[in-house]
């Protein structure tokens, strides 16, 4: 599996994960729980496999980058939590930050 695919679905699952651990009620909901323990089992298994091909620094800068634009977007969606402005430049940042990383460092592995 490409590294960068494994990246990406790991990402994913960490947002299930995390999503189904704010449903979870503190581990009182049985279906959020389990969804929460096998969504952070896949995630850092895609990790694993991410980790054979990507340096750990980029992918851990993709892994929290996107993990933390993506779920503050679910949050917002699902559970109704709002994005100020600064929230939204910070997300922006953050994004600029793992392209900036990813194309023009040498730690990028380019």
């Not at 949050?75 to 953050?94: E, K, S």
Request: hydrophobic share 60%; charged share 5%; proline share 3%.
């Amino acid at each position: 599996m490409n590294g960068y695919l494994a990246l990406g679905l790991a990402i994913v699952a960490e947002v299930i994960a995390t999503s189904a651990l704010k449903a979870s009620d503190s581990f009182s909901r049985p279906l959020p729980t389990a969804i929460t323990a096998v969504g952070y089992l896949a995630a850092f298994y895609l990790l694993s496999i991410t980790l054979r091909t990507v340096p750990v620094g980029v992918a851990y800068a993709i892994w929290s980058g996107l993990g933390i634009v993506l779920i503050t977007t679910v949050a917002w969606l699902l559970f109704g939590q709002r994005i100020d402005a600064a929230g939204l430049v910070g997300m922006g940042l953050i994004i600029a930050g793992v392209v900036v990383l990813n194309l023009f460092s040498k730690a990028g592995g380019h």
